[in-house]
């Protein structure tokens, strides 16, 4: 029997795979889940019973919400990536971590093929597909559902022959949860106009009285909450219910598909908003003014090229360098102010803060030059546009 691994998520698109490839032909198919913040071990344990049910020769659930964060969200905090300055890239930089996981799970155990339950179209079958040809080229890449064009309703149908009669309709809204947002689809999302109701998102406003929280960093990273350190995927999981009782962080993010359509989601990612938003303003305070142009840049391009699925050109391991150094005096506090919706980033404590020079104060008054100095500086900073206004009038 052929040995085929399917990244499996106990939905419907990968239960008909699961079904389809053991039962219709004959492969010994081993059922992985990659966890990146999103199940619980109760849930772990139901997606097991119904994958062995459905004929997995094997199920193996894989631990990588600490891999997320090392490759993935430390980076997308260094460079306080929003695609669009709207979306902390949630689902895009979870497909590259359980893509990974998968493939070098197929390569241990000498697969024969890697199957994922990715229609021909949205984003995910180009990065699961891109980081297995890249990492696997020679195990073979099968998708039913894309090869087959396959109907949600064909799926269910086919389920139900088989004695699978789970309800399989579709829920009002489809959810995708991780340990850097989660994600929110509906008929809303599908139209230009229309907003997600309230009630379409998971969080829900169960805190009404103001609350102060100093967020602390250490070389950009963030270490403690309220003074209390924790390891890094904690302190985020900590946050995110803390705000989410306030609904924070939530938004409808429009962009650019890597198929060439544009497309439009909801999410709620109160922990990941409030970290990057401090975190920037924290690098505002203690680096540089062209530090911190030149790592904008940088910082886009890598948010860009991890949602294309380019997570693996060596281009992207050369920005994370940069990144990592950036970070050296990037340690200090940060307070911010939870209300039910919004949030107040009200300012920084840090030894590294550049505006404690003593150079002077903004506005008020000069202390490291004279006045002849100032008006020196100013007319030779005017030069380049008074020549060439002379010489173009």
Not at 138 to 155: A, F, G, K, V, Y
Not at 297 to 302: D, L, W
Not at 306 to 321: F, K, N, P, T
Request: net charge negative; proline share 2%.
């Amino acid at each position: 029997m052929k040995k085929i691994v399917l990244a499996y998520s106990g939905g419907l698109d990968t239960s008909y795979c699961l079904s389809n490839l053991s039962q219709e032909y004959g492969y010994a198919v081993h059922a992985v889940t990659v966890n990146t913040g999103g199940f619980t071990p109760e849930e772990i344990e139901e997606m097991k019973k119904q994958a062995i049910q459905m004929g997995a020769a094997h199920f193996t659930a894989i631990d990588a919400i600490e891999t997320y964060y090392e490759k993935a969200i430390k980076y997308l905090v260094f460079g306080n990536v929003l695609r669009n300055n709207t979306y902390p890239l949630s689902v895009s930089a979870e497909r590259i971590i359980q893509a990974m996981e998968i493939v070098t799970y197929a390569k241990k155990i000498e697969a024969d093929g890697i199957a994922h339950g990715s229609t021909g179209a949205g984003n995910d079958q180009v990065r699961f597909d891109t980081i297995f040809q890249t990492i696997a080229p020679e195990i073979e890449i099968i998708t039913p559902i894309r090869d087959n064009s396959l109907s949600r309703q064909e799926e269910i149908d086919y389920l139900n022959s088989k004695g699978y009669t789970t309800s399989w309709n579709k829920a009002k809204y489809s959810i995708n949860q991780g340990l850097w947002g989660t994600s929110v689809g509906g008929a809303e999302t599908l139209t230009s106009r229309n907003p997600l109701p309230d009630d379409a998102y998971p969080s829900q406003v169960t805190e009404s009285v103001p609350k102060t929280l100093k967020l602390s960093f250490e070389k950009g990273e963030l270490i403690a909450l309220d003074g209390r350190k924790d390891s890094h995927v904690a302190n985020i999981q900590k946050l995110q219910q803390i705000a989410g009782n306030y609904a924070i962080g939530r938004d409808i993010h429009v962009g650019d598909t890597i198929i060439g359509i544009k497309g439009r989601v909801g999410f709620e990612a109160a922990a990941a908003i409030l970290i990057i938003k401090a975190h920037h303003l924290l690098e505002k305070h203690t680096l540089s003014k062209w530090q911190l142009f030149q790592k904008e840049q940088m910082a886009s391009f890598y948010g860009m090229l991890l949602h294309e699925g380019q997570y693996l050109d060596a281009v992207m391991r050369d920005i994370e360098a940069y990144m990592d150094h950036s970070q050296r005096y990037v340690t200090g506090d940060v307070f911010v102010t939870l209300h039910p919706y919004r949030y107040e980033l009200e300012g920084i404590e840090s030894k590294y803060d550049l505006m404690a020079s003593g150079a002077g104060t903004y506005g008020e008054e000069n202390k490291g030059w004279s006045a002849d100095d100032a008006k020196g500086f100013i007319k030779i900073s005017a030069n380049a546009g008074k020549i060439a206004r002379q010489i173009q009038k």
